[in-house]
Each structure stands twice: as C-alpha cells, then as structure tokens.
C-alpha cells in the first residue's frame, strides 16, 4: 500500500515551465516504478512519463520528448515531472502513479496499482 499525492499545478502561459511534484507515503518508495498520465474531460487518460526505481532508465511520450523530463529523490519519498515550453495540448489533470510491477508496459494504465488525486494543469494561448 502507498499513497501518492500531487502538487505543483496551475495556470500558466504556452512557452512557460511548472514543475509538479508526486510525493508518497510510506518506507519503500525506492520499490516502485513511478509514472505520470494526463486526462482530459471526455477523453482517456494517457501516458506522459514514466521512471525505473534507481532513476537510471526514464520513458516519455513523443509529444513530450525535449520539453519535459521527469526525476526522482528516493530519499525524499518523491517524484517530478519539470515541463518546459508548455503548448496549450497539454492542458489537463496530471496524475502519479505507482507500481511494483518492472520489465513491463510502463506506459499501459494496469500497470499501476496506485494513484494520487490529480493536479490541474492550464496553459493559455
């Protein structure tokens, strides 16, 4: 069991940066793979970005390869997803996940066992 909540969202302008942060309970943080999706009302959720438990092997989607990058601090219990040149696409809740599960589909939902809430992104035009 883990539980995960994310912070960082907001409004920003297209070209600018937030940086979300994913921060988790428990002991045995280092254990999990950890991953970022994104939804938007009315679509499915999709896969952003996901981390190896060391932080030596890092995954992204194409539309966001070069603006974002994602890292972690196992021993601050806490994952980040740094977005750059922000495009009003990437608009919507952000959501961490967390799984047990290595060697598999990083990028597939059931992958991941555990969720945080979700935090809203909004970039303007």
């Known amino acids: 069991q883990v539980l995960l909540g994310e912070s960082g969202g907001g409004l920003v302008q297209a070209g600018g940066s937030l940086r979300l942060s994913c921060a988790a309970s428990?002991?045995?943080?280092?254990?999990?793979?950890m991953g970022w999706f994104r939804q938007v009302p009315g679509k499915e959720r999709e896969f952003v970005s996901a981390i190896s438990r060391s932080g030596h092997s890092r995954y992204y989607t194409d539309s966001v390869k070069g603006r974002f990058t994602i890292s972690r601090d196992n021993a601050k219990n806490t994952v980040y997803l740094q977005m750059n040149s922000l495009k009003p696409e990437d608009t919507a809740v952000y959501y961490c996940?967390?799984?047990?599960?290595?060697?598999?589909?990083?990028?597939?939902?059931?992958?991941?066992?555990?969720w945080g809430q979700g935090t809203q992104v909004t970039v303007s035009s």
């Open positions: 428990g002991r045995t943080f280092s254990s999990y793979v």
């Open positions: 996940a967390a799984t047990l599960n290595y060697n598999s589909d990083y990028g597939a939902i059931n992958t991941y066992d555990y």
